[in-house]
């Protein structure tokens, strides 16, 4: 009796480190572009296994030719790089942008270049995908994901407590501090102040859970209803990168790898004799509510940014060809 007992406990002791799970959230290595923008109508380029038809959530009555123009993915060169309002001046803007970048050690990672002010005062560069990554997209046919931004492209379902997040980043001594954003299942954003960028060359930047309780005994344990609540997932927002009014201005460089979670599971996926969701759709329902305002504005976006690519001057005089990436 008493060695059976003592068996329990040890499993019961057991259960947090089975719940752990580590997944990868996003992996940029996945993220280089497939099909170059010349050949999607010269809008942007594309990663085909994070594109998105934007022209499926809009209420306008384009033409077949206009909704061409309004496809868009995950590829590198279409994350945005934007400076905060206070110290985003046309040069500033222009030369803050992403690019797909070679590394030796992981081949294809997220370049990001900024520029902050010279003045002293607090600016804040933001990295962020071109659209809000949807949580429940279908998949590709075939696929074992059951949504097509999981699998290190954006998204991680069924995440209860994050235990510990890890960012690999290349350093080149700069002072600034890197914040990532999840958004979880509700909207609402986490903020997760991975700390300053002063090191040189790859490192991992880890944030660990200072209210994670690894012995389950000194946990808060309760029941909740299971579906169809908020879905316990996580999804990519953006990277937020301080820089103090103290601390140097100019131009900024930094790349990324990857950011990886270790969380426990909100539910065993043993319990689940039933899809809920594939059977009610009410998870799916709801975010493609969500979705259809910002994918909407988006496909109206891609449409005027083609229009205007091909309204810009192709010709240049001579003495203007120096560009500001050359100053």
Known sequence: MKRIFILSIISLLAIGSLLANEDVLIDFSQLAADTPAEENNGVTALNEATVIDTSNYTANNYTDEQKALMKTSLAIENWLVKISNSSATIQNQTVSKSKESASKAYGTVLGVRARFPNASWNAVATIKPPFEIPAYEPAAEGSEASSKFEGGYGVIKNVGTIK????????????????????????????????????????????????????????????APIYPQESSLIKFGE?????????????????????????????????????????????????????????????????????????????????????????
């Open 239 to 327: 990277f937020r990168i301080i820089r103090t009014g103290d601390q140097p201005g100019g131009d900024f460089i930094t790349y990324f790898k990857d950011v990886k979670v270790i969380y426990d599971q909100a539910v065993l996926e043993e319990e689940r004799d039933i899809d809920d969701e594939a059977v009610w759709q009410i998870q799916t329902t709801r975010e493609s509510a969500k979705n259809k305002a910002a994918q909407s504005d988006q496909s109206n976006s891609l449409f005027l940014q083609a229009v205007d690519k091909k309204r810009q001057a192709a010709e240049s005089f001579d003495a203007q060809q120096a560009t500001d990436e050359e100053e």
């Open 164 to 223: 510990s997040i890890a960012v690999n980043v290349y350093g080149l001594n700069y002072p600034y501090t890197l914040y990532l954003i999840l958004i979880d299942g509700s909207g609402k954003e986490i903020s997760v102040n991975l700390g300053p960028l002063n090191f040189q060359g790859w490192g991992e930047l880890r944030w660990d859970n200072p209210r994670y309780a690894q012995d389950v005994r000194d946990r808060q344990l309760a029941s």
